[in-house]
């Protein structure tokens, strides 16, 4: 059983539709990072959330901590081909580090 | 400013043959971790090092994995002997304990397949 589970695991969308991708816990975290990892490369760190309830934007992406700090989701606008990759998401809770179970996004031109 | 620096970016090796993984982290990172990624168990934590000391290696899958950090700007992972379900990409990723040592900055990894 993996403590971050993600959902969905796969998605496959149009370029310019939008999406949300989803990071859920049992556990209290006291942080939680999100990452997009491209083919053939290493994981990226795109936000660092840590207050519950916590709303972060980062163009078109907009990243939301829960307000029990047990889950998290990913929303992006207009999807565009370069949104392409495997997004993680990755959560702090005591003096343990965790990875979740991946989402892997493919737009379609 | 350079990022992660791994090595060999691919490895091709037979089963029962010693592998070693080399990983240079980013100048100034007290922080280490060397992670394995494979699509049945996605990224897994296997060892980290704060100022080159061991902090917790329970995610080191058995006693033929061994890990080492000789200086602030060298580590490896080593496989002896070597199995086919070692087959992995293995990260190295480096952190700075001032901004968050949970904020992690990852190699390009190195895929390693065991025949």
């Known amino acids: 059983t993996q403590l971050l589970e993600q959902s969905p695991q796969f998605l496959s969308i149009q370029e310019g539709e939008n999406l949300t991708v989803y990071c859920n816990s049992s556990s209290v975290f006291s942080s939680l990072q999100w990452y997009r990892q491209e083919p053939g490369e290493g994981p990226v760190l795109l936000v660092t959330?840590?207050?519950?309830?916590e709303v972060k934007k980062l163009k078109r992406l907009t990243f939301q901590f829960g307000d029990a700090r047990k889950d998290s989701s990913l929303h992006i606008t207009a999807a565009q081909p370069g949104d392409t990759g495997l997004y993680l998401c990755a959560g702090v809770t005591g003096n343990q580090f965790y990875f979740g179970t991946g989402t892997s996004l493919t737009v379609i031109p | 400013d350079a990022g992660v620096i791994q090595s060999p970016r691919h490895e091709v090796t037979e089963m029962g043959q010693e592998v070693t993984l080399r990983c240079k982290p980013i100048?100034?990172?007290?922080?280490l971790f060397w992670y394995r990624q494979t699509m049945m168990r996605g990224l897994e934590l296997l060892i980290y090092f704060n100022n080159n000391v061991p902090i917790d290696d329970s995610g080191m899958p058995e006693d033929r994995f061994s890990a080492k950090m000789p200086n602030a700007s060298f580590s490896t992972l080593k496989i002896q002997p070597s199995e086919p379900r070692d087959s992995a990409v293995y990260f190295c990723a480096s952190s700075h304990s001032g901004r968050s040592l949970y904020e992690q900055y990852f190699g390009p990894g190195t895929r390693l397949t065991v025949t």
């Open positions: 100048s100034g990172h007290d922080y």
């Open positions: 959330v840590v207050t519950g309830g």
